[in-house]
């Protein structure tokens, strides 16, 4: 049998299996966002198998959830691209992306479960540390993991599905850009008002900061525009 293959009936090997497909996702992920995986280079199965030491199914299946939210781009006989980040998309996705997060917050706000309040305020004090000790790695991660927590204190699958994609292409442009702004600060502030809001279930403050966090990564993108406008 080959290597991950499920027995009919053997939910172990399945949740095994998913298991996998979702830790192959987060490393590529990664790997993209923090531009070990360079846009438009071209990468195979193949070579990313050997590479995180994963069978070749998790990884076609994690490619797959890639393209669906634009990281990668499959071309017939040749391979699979790594797609590029675009300033003007940065702009266009935050205008979808700011209604869907005023929503994501006020359901969260009622739908959290305890456990899930007492993990959004350790996420507040760990993005407001990174932060502090300009830890990018760090802020990274707590960053995803403070997207993924919001999304399922929402109880909501048809938002976590919409939101993933587009909290996925911030965190792959905020990855690349914060540094030149030197943003941490700001960033960290802004999330971590919106997490002790939901974990207080106050929706008016958390509305409010989930707003003031869309209009900051606004600011952050149009001033990497202007940047990159004026160094031509």
Request: proline share 3%; aromatic share 4%.
């Amino acid at each position: 049998m080959s290597e991950g293959t499920a027995l009919p009936g053997d939910s172990t090997a399945s949740t095994s299996e998913m298991r996998l497909v979702d830790v192959a996702f987060e490393r590529l992920e990664e790997m993209i966002v923090t531009r070990r995986l360079p846009p438009n280079t071209m990468v195979s199965e193949q070579q990313l198998s050997a590479e995180l030491n994963m069978g070749r199914t998790p990884i076609r299946e994690a490619l797959q959830r890639l393209r669906q939210i634009g990281f990668v781009e499959m071309q017939p006989r040749r391979g699979t691209l790594v797609c590029g980040a675009d300033i003007h998309q940065q702009l266009e996705l935050l205008e979808v992306r700011r209604p869907l997060e005023e929503l994501m917050v006020k359901c969260a706000c009622k739908r959290a479960t305890d456990d899930q309040r007492a993990t959004l305020r350790k996420l507040a004090a760990q993005i407001l540390k990174a932060a502090e000790d300009g830890d990018t790695a760090a802020y990274l991660k707590i960053n995803r993991q403070i997207h993924v927590t919001e999304v399922e204190s929402a109880h909501n699958s048809m938002l976590t599905a919409m939101m993933t994609a587009s909290q996925a292409q911030s965190r792959r442009f905020w990855y690349q850009h914060i540094q030149q702004n030197k943003a941490y600060e700001e960033g960290a502030r802004c999330h971590a008002k919106t997490l002790i809001a939901i974990a207080d279930n106050d929706v008016e403050v958390a509305v409010q900061a989930a707003s003031e966090l869309m209009m900051f990564l606004e600011r952050l993108t149009c001033s990497t525009l202007t940047m990159y406008a004026t160094s031509r």
